[in-house]
């Protein structure tokens, strides 16, 4: 089964996009160092402060509260 888990992130000083473009690089470094299919980093094109990280998945197991790449990810961008 495939399955993607969503972390949306708010930048302080609204400099999402080169905000995204580092996670991006450092999302790539993780999928080729783990199992995931793939990870992608988005951008709000309006509202330059707002990212979403979606992390796809393959396998019967979900996790309802978060994956662990997922719940490192979020501790990490606190």
Known sequence: MKWAEVIMARSADGSAKMLAAT???LMNDVVRNTRHESIRVFRQEKLDSD????L?????????G?????LHLVAALK
């Open 51 to 54: 990212i979403c990280i979606v």
């Open 56 to 64: 796809f998945h393959t396998g019967k197991k979900t996790w309802a």
């Open 23 to 25: 996670l991006q690089s």
């Open 66 to 70: 978060g994956s662990p790449l997922g």
